[in-house]
Every structure is written in structure tokens, then in C-alpha cells.
């Protein structure tokens, strides 16, 4: 079963910078793409941001300029790199992965979340 451990959150004032960080285990398959989504309070899970294996990133408008994401496949990793940060980018950040299994069966797995909280 796939695991994902985040790490990188925390307390940040607005304009500072944060770097999450996701790690993937226990693959029997492959990773087709990795992803970043967070959910405020009394808010939506949203997508932040996506990289597949093939094709350009995505980003959410809001943090296009801001946010980075980055992937690492031999470390099964992917990161997101958050500059300028502001209060309404508070939220816990989950990361995503999608996997195909050796059988051939796809499905989506979840990290546990981290915190971020922006303010001042």
C-alpha cells in the first residue's frame, strides 16, 4: 500500500516562504503524477498544484508566480516551494499521488496533511 509523508509545514508571516516536501513508499507500480491540493476552513479541498510524468505543470491561478512545484522520481518525491506567502494561502496542504499498480488497477493515494498557517 502506498504511504505519502509530508513535512515542511508550519507558521509562517505574510511574505515569508515555506517548502513542502511529500515522500512516497511501499510502491508496487508506478507513479503517473504528484500532486499538491489544500483545504481551508469551512473551505473545499482545492488543487494547488500538479505534475504528471509527462506535460507541464499545473498551478491554481492564485499561487501561479508564487508557488513552485517540483518532482524528484528517483526519491518518489514531490516538493512544493511557496514564496510570498499570504493569509489566505492557510490551509493544510495534502499531498496526492496517482498510481497504477502492477495489475494494471489506478487509484489515488493521500498523505496525512500538513498545517500551514500565514500570519503576522
Known amino acids: 500500500q502506498v504511504q505519502l509523508v509530508e513535512s515542511g509545514g508550519g507558521l509562517v508571516q505574510p511574505g515569508g516562504s515555506l517548502r513542502l516536501s511529500c515522500t512516497a513508499s511501499?510502491?508496487?507500480?508506478?507513479?503517473?503524477?504528484m500532486a499538491w491540493y489544500r483545504q481551508a476552513p469551512g473551505r473545499q479541498r482545492e488543487l494547488v498544484a500538479r505534475k504528471a510524468n509527462n506535460g507541464d505543470p499545473y498551478l491554481l491561478d492564485s499561487v501561479t508566480g508564487r508557488f513552485t512545484i517540483s518532482r524528484d522520481n528517483v526519491k518518489n518525491s514531490v516538493y512544493l516551494r511557496m514564496n510570498s506567502l499570504k493569509p489566505e494561502d492557510t490551509a493544510v496542504y495534502y499531498c496526492?499521488?496517482?498510481?497504477?499498480?502492477?495489475?494494471?488497477?489506478?487509484?489515488?493515494?493521500w498523505g496525512q496533511g500538513t498545517r500551514v498557517t500565514v500570519s503576522s
Open positions: 496526492n499521488a496517482d498510481v497504477v499498480l502492477t495489475n494494471g488497477r489506478a487509484y489515488a493515494a
Open positions: 511501499g510502491i508496487t507500480g508506478s507513479i503517473t503524477a
